[in-house]
């Protein structure tokens, strides 16, 4: 007799990522049927809302096409719910993310952006703990572990929906984690994201009544937690195949006769590895990006949708993210570029010279045209899907004066014993320098729209020596979002280095995971 086909109701209204919570929901075992009308919630037995992108935006879709009332009845009559990031902020009063906007009213209390100004970085971005505080079932094997949170808001505790709150998570205030009242439940952070540990979130809501052994889940509430992330640079070889590389100051060929590209192995393969090791997140650069139409790049949207059938930790890929007019005239925005990377499995996506031009732009004018490949996917998609990567390159100078952009006294002077330098920014590949530093473009860019930034030094790239912790510092300390720490590592000192001298949130490495020389 064949097993019985198990069925879970989603309901996708088509913002963002939820690729990884339908790889991540049939890993499990369970088919999908995708709501399209607000029948289809009243009629299911078990109900999904993973909610991506913006509070207003979610919730003119909820009310136009009648879903938000069928929600509300849904949920007050108590039938099994599970809402994800949005799908729990959408439960309360109101938003003041570009609103205030009025939510669906079901628990009491707002949503309100985290507090900058006390040295906490926004977005929220990373594994942070729980301090659990009564019987949530779903949170039940969580114990001690993180879970990964990605967020600018948040929900906050209160006289009013405690009788909700389920557990909290401490970030500069104690906010909500997740809520549970009988059979609904909701979450603030990404169980499809989060690991083994968030598929046995997934789990227990899927299999309420299985016999799985109960884990203590009285944690001690600790602080974010910082991320090492595996870089994989993919590009074309020159027979074609899409492999994963690896540069050394951004030279990835082989110094040998036939000067072929440095093969590493297989990007899918590799990425699957890496989740293995415990990388808490996995981002590929396509470094053919900038020479290929996005749009036909299909081989690299086709790594994403592979790799996100069995990597529950976020994905950001980078490369080729900009408009573009194809050979028949037909214009492509950036944005239309970016949603084909969610659609198939991005979490994040990351710019680099379009960045750079939309910098150079609004410091020229100091006008937001809103029309740059970094405003319009972050506007849609919210900051915390859009990083900025930089590549600089060390200029020593003799004094500060002798530039007018940011310099700073370096650690290690220069050949000509130079003890200051400003770090000039590059484009395309490195290959073209342009006038405008890291410390400018970093401040420009996170009021444009960024939520983190990536910041490489082509000095260091591929030389294992260590972070440029002198350029770390002074970005890190210039911005409030978080930075991750590039180009550089090749021992594993060099990571908490980063994170002991600098303000870095996340470090990031390619070489040394592709050599296992860190496991």
Same mark, same amino acid.
């Given at each position: 007799? /064949?097993?019985? *086909?198990?069925?879970?109701?989603?309901?996708? !209204?088509?913002?963002?990522?939820?690729?990884?919570?339908?790889?991540?929901?049939?890993?499990?075992?369970?088919?999908?049927?995708?709501?399209?009308?607000?029948?289809?919630?009243?009629?299911?037995?078990?109900?999904?809302?993973?909610?991506?992108?913006? %509070?207003?935006?979610?919730?003119?879709?909820?009310?136009?096409?009648?879903?938000?009332?069928?929600?509300?009845?849904?949920?007050?009559?108590?039938?099994?719910?599970?809402?994800?990031?949005?799908?729990? @902020?959408?439960? %309360?009063?109101?938003?003041?993310?570009?609103?205030?906007? #009025?939510?669906?009213?079901?628990?009491?209390?707002?949503?309100?952006?985290?507090?900058?100004?006390?040295?906490?970085?926004?977005?929220?971005?990373?594994?942070?703990?729980?301090?659990?505080?009564?019987?949530?079932?779903?949170?039940?094997?969580?114990?001690?572990?993180?879970?990964?949170?990605?967020?600018?808001?948040?929900?906050?505790?209160?006289?009013?929906?405690?009788?909700?709150?389920?557990?909290?998570?401490?970030?500069?205030?104690?906010?909500?984690?997740?809520?549970?009242?009988?059979?609904?439940?909701?979450?603030? =952070?990404?169980?499809?994201? /989060?690991?083994?540990?968030?598929?046995?979130?997934?789990?227990?809501?899927?299999?309420?009544?299985?016999?799985?052994?109960?884990?203590?889940?009285?944690?001690?509430?600790?602080?974010?937690?910082?991320?090492?992330?595996?870089?994989?640079?993919?590009? +074309?070889?020159?027979?074609?195949?899409?492999?994963?590389?690896?540069?050394?100051?951004?030279?990835?060929?082989?110094?040998?006769?036939?000067?072929? *590209?440095?093969?590493?192995?297989?990007?899918?393969?590799?990425?699957?590895?890496?989740?293995?090791?415990?990388?808490?997140?996995?981002? =590929?650069?396509?470094?053919?990006?900038?020479?290929? %139409?996005?749009?036909?790049?299909?081989?690299?949207?086709?790594?994403?949708?592979? +790799?996100?059938? #069995?990597? %529950?930790?976020?994905?950001?890929?980078?490369?080729?993210?900009?408009? =573009?007019?194809?050979?028949?005239?037909?214009?492509?925005?950036?944005?239309?570029?970016?949603?084909?990377?969610?659609?198939?499995?991005?979490?994040?996506?990351?710019?680099?010279?379009?960045?750079? !031009?939309?910098?150079?732009? !609004?410091?020229?004018?100091?006008?937001?045209?809103?029309?740059?490949?970094?405003? @319009?996917?972050?506007?849609?998609?919210?900051?915390?899907?859009?990083?900025?990567?930089?590549?600089?390159?060390?200029?020593?100078?003799?004094?500060?004066?002798?530039?007018?952009?940011?310099?700073?006294? *370096?650690?290690?002077?220069?050949?000509?014993?130079?003890?200051?330098?400003?770090? @000039?920014?590059?484009?395309?590949?490195?290959?073209?320098?342009?006038?405008?530093?890291? !410390?400018?473009?970093?401040?420009?860019?996170?009021?444009?729209?960024?939520?983190?930034?990536?910041?490489?030094?082509?000095?260091?790239?591929?030389?294992?020596?260590?972070?440029?912790?002198?350029?770390?510092?002074?970005? /890190?300390?210039? *911005?409030?979002?978080?930075?991750?720490?590039?180009?550089?590592?090749?021992?594993?000192?060099? =990571?908490?280095?980063?994170?002991?001298?600098?303000?870095?949130?996340?470090?990031?490495?390619?070489?040394?995971?592709?050599?296992?020389?860190?496991?």
């Amino acid at each position: 007799m /064949s097993k019985p *086909v198990l069925f879970v109701t989603l309901l996708d !209204y088509g913002a963002g990522n939820v690729r990884s919570v339908r790889n991540a929901i049939r890993h499990l075992g369970f088919d999908i049927k995708d709501v399209q009308s607000p029948e289809d919630i009243l009629n299911a037995n078990r109900l999904i809302f993973p909610g991506v992108g913006a %509070f207003a935006a979610a919730m003119d879709v909820l009310n136009k096409t009648g879903m938000a009332e069928a929600l509300c009845a849904y949920i007050e009559n108590d039938r099994p719910f599970l809402g994800i990031c949005l799908g729990l @902020q959408l439960l %309360f009063e109101s938003s003041e993310e570009n609103g205030p906007v #009025n939510g669906l009213g079901l628990i009491p209390g707002g949503v309100g952006r985290f507090d900058s100004s006390n040295g906490f970085r926004v977005p929220h971005i990373g594994w942070n703990a729980l301090q659990v505080y009564k019987d949530s079932d779903i949170l039940d094997d969580i114990g001690n572990h993180h879970v990964y949170f990605v967020h600018s808001y948040r929900a906050m505790p209160s006289n009013d929906n405690k009788e909700w709150v389920s557990s909290t998570c401490n970030y500069g205030d104690k906010f909500i984690a997740s809520i549970r009242r009988g059979n609904v439940h909701a979450v603030q =952070f990404h169980p499809e994201k /989060s690991g083994d540990v968030g598929l046995s979130v997934l789990r227990r809501f899927l299999y309420p009544k299985s016999h799985v052994t109960k884990k203590p889940t009285q944690g001690k509430a600790s602080t974010l937690a910082k991320r090492v992330i595996a870089c994989l640079d993919v590009r +074309t070889n020159d027979k074609g195949d899409l492999v994963v590389t690896k540069g050394d100051q951004y030279d990835v060929r082989e110094h040998t006769k036939e000067n072929e *590209v440095r093969n590493l192995g297989k990007p899918v393969e590799l990425a699957g590895q890496y989740y293995k090791d415990g990388a808490d997140e996995v981002s =590929f650069l396509n470094i053919t990006g900038f020479r290929d %139409f996005p749009l036909g790049d299909l081989p690299m949207l086709k790594v994403l949708r592979y +790799t996100s059938e #069995n990597v %529950f930790v976020p994905l950001t890929v980078g490369g080729g993210i900009r408009d =573009f007019t194809d050979a028949n005239g037909r214009y492509y925005s950036s944005l239309e570029v970016a949603s084909e990377y969610f659609r198939s499995g991005a979490d994040k996506i990351s710019i680099g010279s379009d960045a750079v !031009y939309a910098a150079e732009e !609004y410091l020229k004018t100091g006008v937001k045209t809103g029309k740059s490949s970094l405003e @319009q996917i972050s506007r849609v998609y919210g900051n915390q899907a859009v990083v900025v990567s930089i590549d600089p390159r060390r200029v020593y100078i003799n004094s500060p004066n002798d530039v007018e952009f940011k310099a700073i006294r *370096v650690t290690n002077p220069g050949p000509k014993g130079e003890e200051y330098a400003w770090y @000039q920014c590059t484009v395309n590949g490195g290959r073209e320098g342009r006038p405008i530093g890291a !410390y400018e473009l970093a401040k420009a860019v996170e009021e444009l729209g960024a939520g983190e930034i990536l910041l490489n030094c082509i000095d260091c790239d591929g030389q294992g020596k260590g972070y440029d912790l002198d350029l770390i510092k002074l970005i /890190s300390d210039a *911005v409030s979002i978080p930075v991750i720490a590039s180009s550089g590592a090749g021992a594993v000192e060099h =990571f908490s280095e980063v994170f002991r001298k600098t303000n870095a949130s996340a470090s990031l490495a390619a070489g040394i995971f592709h050599r296992k020389e860190v496991i």
